[in-house]
């Protein structure tokens, strides 16, 4: 079985600093990971995804991530951080093949806040 | 444009009620998901469907029922016997890649 372990619920950073949102993964096969965000009130959006190829991906929004899988690890990270990246961030693994029937396994999430 | 549509934005339950969360996509994706989101809890699974006619319970499915008479459609009804109903409930469907694609969200509070 899958699981998401997101290791900070709360991060706060003021504007124009780096920041990293730590997300650790489990499964027993190959899997496809994605970070979504979620602003208040609203759905979730794809930030950025890794399939194969590349450890490391880049996103929406000034968003990269990098897959480990020695550490089985995808975090998240932006280089200098706005105002407006204030929201819920969420890691997710979906396993391949179709033994979990196309499920996808979300972390708890991470609220970025950034401060002026 | 294409999307995923919830409705209504926010649905007031009484007690002893059934209530109906609307979901429709013009994607043309086969799978689509329900979850409900509590504060600090992230994402859990309600029901999903990977094609028509055809669904399949998740991690929280008591409470609940789902039909998929249509590809476009997946509505939740969120039963009497659901105790604690408050929560958003977010609706998905899956395209290429594994990508899932969220609806706005529906809120429900009970009266």
């Known amino acids: 079985a899958q699981s998401v372990t997101q290791l900070d619920s709360q991060v706060p950073v003021f504007e124009e600093a780096p920041v990293e949102l730590r997300c650790n993964y489990s499964?027993?096969?190959?899997?496809?990971l994605f970070w979504y965000v979620q602003y208040p009130n609203q759905g979730l959006q794809l930030l950025l995804k890794?399939?194969?190829?590349?450890?490391l991906v880049k996103g929406i929004n000034g968003f990269e991530a990098e897959f480990n899988k020695s550490q089985t690890s995808f975090h998240l990270r932006k280089p200098s951080v706005h105002i407006s990246d204030t929201a819920e961030y969420f890691c997710?693994?979906?396993?391949?093949?179709?033994?979990?029937?196309?499920?996808?396994?979300f972390g708890d999430g991470t609220t970025l806040t950034v401060k002026p | 444009d294409g999307g995923i549509t919830q409705s209504p934005k926010y649905l007031f339950r009484k007690e002893g009620q059934n209530v109906t969360l609307s979901c429709e996509q013009n994607?043309?994706?086969?799978?689509m998901y329900w979850y409900r989101q509590d504060p600090g809890q992230g994402l859990r699974l309600i029901y999903y469907?990977?094609?028509?006619?055809?669904?399949q319970k998740g991690d929280i499915a008591e409470g609940y029922s789902v039909s998929r008479e249509k590809k476009e459609s997946f509505p939740l009804t969120v039963t009497s016997a659901q105790k604690n109903p408050t929560a958003f409930y977010l609706c998905?469907?899956?395209?290429?890649?594994?990508?899932?694609?969220f609806g706005p969200g529906t809120r429900l509070l009970v009266l």
């Open positions: 998905a469907s899956k395209g290429s890649q594994e990508t899932q694609y």
């Open positions: 499964s027993s096969v190959s899997v496809y």
């Open positions: 890794y399939l194969s190829g590349s450890t």
């Open positions: 997710a693994v979906s396993e391949w093949g179709n033994t979990n029937a196309g499920k996808s396994t």
């Open positions: 994607l043309n994706h086969d799978a």
């Open positions: 469907s990977q094609i028509v006619n055809d669904f």
